[in-house]
C-alpha cells in the first residue's frame, strides 16, 4: 500500500528476510533484536532497521492474512465475553453485580471495545473494491486511534502497575475463585500484543490532535462520572482504589490517568507514522 523505490534495493539478506512469512520474519527480528542489543551500542538504529523490515514484511502481506488476523482477534474476545457472561449464574464476589453489572468496570467496556473494533475491521477486509477510502475503514480507523488502542494500553498498563504494588486496590484475591488466571490475562494482558499487531497489520488515518483529545476528554469525564453516579446510587466503589482517596485525591487521580490516556495516544500516532512511513489523516 506504502511503497518507495528504496524496497526494490535490497540486499539478499533483506530479500530472505521479506520472502520468508511474516511469522519467520517475527522471530528472525525478535532474533536479531536480542543479537543487536547485545552485541552493539546502537539500539536506535536497530529500531529503525527492526521497524523498516517489518513495514516491508506488511507491505507484502495479502489481504487474506489481514483478514485471518482481525477474525482470528475478534473470535478471541467474542469467546472471553461470553465465556465471561456464561458466570451470570455462578455466585460471584460482593459489588460484582450491582448497579451495573460487568458494564462499570473499563476492563470489560474495553473488550466489547475491542470486539467491536475487529468485528468491523473483519467486515471491512471482506468488502469488495477500495476499501482504504470506505465509510467503515474512516470509521474503524477513529475507533482504533482515538479508542481502541488508547483505552486498551491504558487497561493494561494501569492495572499491572496496581496489581504489583497492591492488588486489592484493583483485583482482590476473592476475584480469584470466580475469574481464573486465563481470563484475568484474557482481559489484562493479550490486548498488549493484539493491538501491537494491529499496527504491523495495516496502517491507520489518525485525526487532528486537538480533536481525537477532546474526544477522549468528554469520553474519560463521562466514565468518571458513571462510577461517581455508581457510588452515590448504592455506595460502592467500583474499584476498591477509590475509597481510599478524599474528593482532591479523586480529582488528581482523574487527571493523572487522563495524561496516561493522552500519552499513549500521541505513543499510537508515532509509532502508525515510524511503521508505515508518514502520518495519514
Known amino acids: 500500500m506504502l511503497h518507495s523505490a528504496a524496497y526494490e534495493r ?6 530472505f528476510l521479506k520472502n520468508s512469512g511474516p511469522l519467520v520474519c517475527a522471530l528472525q527480528c525478535a532474533f536479531a533484536l536480542i543479537f543487536f542489543s547485545i552485541f552493539t551500542l546502537q539500539p536506535a538504529a536497530f529500531i529503525s532497521l527492526y521497524f523498516a523490515l517489518w513495514k516491508s514484511v506488511c507491505y507484502k502481506m495479502t489481504s487474506s492474512l489481514k483478514s485471518v488476523y482481525h477474525i482470528s482477534a475478534f473470535s478471541w474476545y467474542a469467546f472471553v465475553v461470553m465465556t465471561l457472561a456464561a458466570k451470570d449464574g455462578e455466585e460471584l464476589p460482593p459489588g460484582i453485580c450491582a448497579y451495573g453489572g460487568p458494564w462499570k468496570y473499563l476492563t470489560f467496556l474495553n473488550l466489547i471495545l475491542q470486539m467491536l473494533f475487529f468485528g468491523l475491521t473483519a467486515v471491512n477486509d471482506l468488502q469488495r473494491g477500495k476499501k482504504s477510502d470506505s ?22 498498563l494501569l492495572f499491572w502497575a496496581l496489581f504489583a504494588y497492591d492488588r486489592e486496590l484493583v483485583y482482590p484475591a476473592t476475584m480469584d475463585a470466580f475469574i481464573p488466571p486465563w481470563i484475568n490475562h484474557a482481559m489484562h494482558t493479550v490486548v498488549f500484543p493484539l493491538l501491537l499487531g494491529e ?6 488515518a489518525y485525526p487532528r490532535t486537538k480533536n481525537a483529545l477532546a474526544t477522549l476528554g468528554l469520553v474519560g469525564a463521562g466514565y468518571l462520572f ?5 457510588h452515590v ?9 477509590l475509597g481510599h482517596l478524599n ?7 482523574f487527571c493523572f490517568n487522563m495524561s496516561l490516556v493522552t500519552l499513549i495516544y500521541l505513543l499510537g500516532d508515532k509509532l502508525n507514522s515510524r511503521v508505515w512511513g508518514k502520518k495519514l489523516h
Open 233 to 241: 446510587k448504592v455506595g460502592i466503589w467500583v474499584y476498591p482504589l
Open 226 to 230: 458513571w462510577i461517581l453516579w455508581v
Open 10 to 15: 535490497h540486499t539478499p539478506l533483506l530479500y
Open 199 to 204: 499496527f504491523l497489520v495495516q496502517p491507520h
Open 247 to 253: 474528593a482532591v485525591g479523586l480529582l488528581g487521580f
Open 135 to 156: 465509510t467503515l475503514k474512516r470509521f474503524t480507523d477513529l475507533i482504533f486511534s482515538v479508542f481502541a488502542f488508547p483505552v486498551g494500553m491504558f487497561v493494561v
